[in-house]
């Protein structure tokens, strides 16, 4: 290779369209995928204090916000709810008529185009706010899956055209491939357990009251453990690995990229949008410029598409 002064680098860069024609990695609609939250009531928007992407809505008011979501060409929604009641083993997650459940089948009817598809966990739903059901202070694995099993299929049944399970046990992919031979799964796969899911968890009231998530989640400090969960993962019958966060685990993005050839997907989390959000609230950044930055990040590491907050926005941005 020549190098200076024959090889200039700057040469490229001296225009958009010079740009533009040697940019390496793109971020388009078909990439981003909006999370909403549903809860009981009618005309409910409850925004966590200076999140506006993040916010309960009742279901009136999702299929108010998917409809205008689907005329700017968000194309994917990810539907979580916040039951009216919970109990010891998350029984509104797979209710017929649970929050979800009754989101689903309003914006089947009312925003025909927009894929639908749901988190299937069970810390919304549970009083004690763990992901699975409690056994002598411990969460369960195999009594859990069959919980998540019910929950997926409730899911389908009322109009989900995905599920992505987010629990983080053990066979869940497999129990609900059992259960659901045609039905696409995103598994939350390299799912870790994160300080970033704050406004989460404050939206969706998801606090675990005891202990944490680390007996479930996994650890900050692990790659190649994340490789294993995606192998066992695709091997169950996902269809699409998730790394979750995103903006701190960009190598894991890039391992599992690297290592499989399905989809790979991250989730851009609550936490990772509230700091730009803070920052730039406070002067010191221009949202718009650190978002797409952030977004094209995501991608260029080795994501096909990702979970954001800013899908809204990614739409009136390009
Ligand atoms: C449910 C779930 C969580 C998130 C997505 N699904 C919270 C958690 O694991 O505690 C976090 C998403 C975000 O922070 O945006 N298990």
């Known amino acids: 290779m020549n190098s200076f002064p024959v090889t200039r680098l700057r040469r490229l860069r001296r225009s958009d369209t010079l740009r533009a024609l040697v940019r390496e990695t793109r971020l388009s609609l078909d990439d981003v995928v909006m999370p909403l939250f549903a809860c009981p009531g009618e005309g409910v928007v409850l925004p966590v204090e200076g999140l506006d992407g993040i916010a ?10 998917a409809t205008e979501l689907a005329a700017l060409g968000v194309r994917a929604v990810l539907l979580f709810g916040i039951p009216e009641e919970k109990d010891e083993e998350g029984s509104g997650a797979w209710e017929a008529d649970g929050i979800v459940q009754r989101t689903l089948r309003a914006l089947r009817t009312e ?10 966990c ?47 046990m053990d066979g ?17 796969a390299a799912k870790y357990a994160s300080s970033f899911y704050g406004p989460f968890r404050e939206v969706a009231d998801s606090t ?8 479930y989640q996994m650890d900050p400090a692990n790659v190649r453990e994340a490789l294993r969960e995606c192998a066992l993962d695709l091997d169950e019958g996902a269809d699409v690995l998730m ?3 995103a903006l701190a685990y960009l190598d894991v993005i890039r391992a599992v990229r690297e290592r499989f050839d399905c989809p790979v997907a991250a989730y851009n989390v609550s936490g990772e949008y509230a700091m730009v959000k803070a920052a730039a609230a406070a002067g010191h950044l221009d949202e718009r410029a650190a978002a797409l930055e952030s ?5 260029r590491a080795g994501a096909d598409f990702m979970f954001t907050y800013w899908a809204k926005d990614v739409a009136r941005w390009l």
């Open 111 to 120: 925003v025909p185009g927009l894929t639908l598809m749901t988190d299937v």
């Open 208 to 215: 675990p009251s005891v202990g944490d998530r680390r007996g």
């Open 295 to 299: 977004l094209v990040a995501i991608r």
């Open 56 to 65: 309960r809505r009742s279901v009136d008011e999702i299929v108010r916000e």
């Open 243 to 245: 790394v979750k966060p």
């Open 122 to 168: 069970l810390c919304e739903y549970t009083s004690h706010g763990h992901c699975g059901v409690l056994s002598d202070g411990e969460v369960a694995n195999d009594e859990t899956l069959e919980l998540l099993v019910r929950t997926a299929s409730s899911h389908v049944e009322a109009g989900a055209d995905v599920v992505a399970p987010s629990d983080m």
């Open 172 to 188: 869940r992919v497999a129990a609900i491939r059992e259960a659901l031979p045609h039905t696409p799964i995103i598994a939350y």
